[in-house]
């Protein structure tokens, strides 16, 4: 694991960081060459003015992946591109339940939570399908195939949870923040899942802030079993299913709402999709955006002004 963190931001994106280390007590400070430098939790965070940042100290990785990717950079690579090949073959699977989730660093589309519940005996079967994380996997083909295999193995043994742009926006309005949001997207999962196997004794989710965030979103009969969450919990068979059909909801949701724009809507949140926005709403305006994109971006800031 690297012990520093180096990226590039915008000077408005570096501001906007600026102002939330500020809230948040951090001590600011100035070196040569840089627009500010910030101190707190263990970390360093030096934002410089060529758009170099870099991040160091005992808390840069929970940092990079809850504060900085979900709040400032609205992209999540980091945890991508430390993530190894599953390890799981050799390791005996008990019986337990994964969530994971996909569309949440993309401007549009929709937001997909999916869980599933495995045995030994399917946990087994989806390692021997090559069932991983679906980051891994860069064929949207492949996603679909793997994930008609994993219902075909696990009947009843899945969910998912749809968040439609529409749907997104009001909650986050109403919610406000989006580790929030993913904790009420991540109970609803679990409590699907548990109706349809009450059994399941533990569930396992990919950590993304707060682990008490999830356990106050869970109803009565969720709050009674284990609940573990884990950095890189992809690696676990469950959560790479459940990544896989989430991306599967992903894609499909993607392909409706293109026809619903009618332009094919690309992925992330970078310089493509700006300029692809820009022309849609220059186009159709902003009505069109409700029903296809995530409107807390910053990208929608910057195209429409408001």
Not at 7 to 17: K, S
Not at 39 to 48: F, I, K, L, P
Not at 64 to 85: D, K
Request: aromatic letters at 6%; glycine letters at 10%; a neutral charge.
């Amino acid at each position: 694991m690297a012990n520093n963190y180096v990226n590039t931001i915008t000077p408005a994106q570096a501001e906007e960081l600026r102002e939330l280390l500020a809230g948040r007590g951090w001590e600011l400070s100035t070196v040569p060459y840089a627009r500010f430098k910030a101190a707190g939790d263990h970390v360093s965070v030096v934002a410089y003015e060529s758009g170099k940042l870099v991040v160091q100290g005992k808390g840069m990785e929970e940092f990079v992946l809850y504060t900085l990717e979900p709040q400032i950079l609205h992209s999540f690579e980091y945890r991508t591109a430390e993530i190894a090949a599953p390890e799981t073959a050799a390791v005996e699977i008990s019986p337990h339940g994964g969530i994971d989730e996909s569309g949440k660093g993309d401007f549009f589309g929709p937001l997909i939570i999916a869980g599933v519940t495995v045995t030994a005996e399917t946990g087994k079967k989806l390692q021997e399908l090559g069932v991983c994380d679906s980051k891994q996997i860069h064929s949207d083909a492949k996603i679909l195939k793997l994930a008609a295999g994993i219902k075909q193995i696990a009947p009843g043994a899945f969910t998912t949870v749809t968040l439609l742009p529409e749907t997104y926006n009001r909650l986050y309005a109403k919610i406000g923040n989006l580790n929030r949001l993913l904790a009420w997207g991540h109970a609803r999962v679990i409590e699907n899942l548990l109706e349809q196997q009450p059994g399941c004794p533990r569930m396992l989710s990919d950590k993304f802030g707060d682990e008490r965030l999830i356990r106050n979103a869970l109803m009565e009969r969720g709050r009674q079993i284990t609940l573990d969450q884990q950095v890189r919990a992809e690696s676990d068979v469950a959560v790479a299913a459940a990544s896989i059909l989430a991306r599967e909801g992903f894609i499909n949701g993607m392909k409706k709402l293109s026809a619903l724009a009618g332009v094919t809507l690309p992925r992330g949140a970078g310089a493509n999709v700006k300029a692809l926005a820009m022309e849609l709403f220059r186009d159709k305006g902003a009505e069109i955006f409700r029903s296809c994109a995530k409107l807390h971006f910053k990208t929608w800031h910057e195209i429409s002004g408001s």
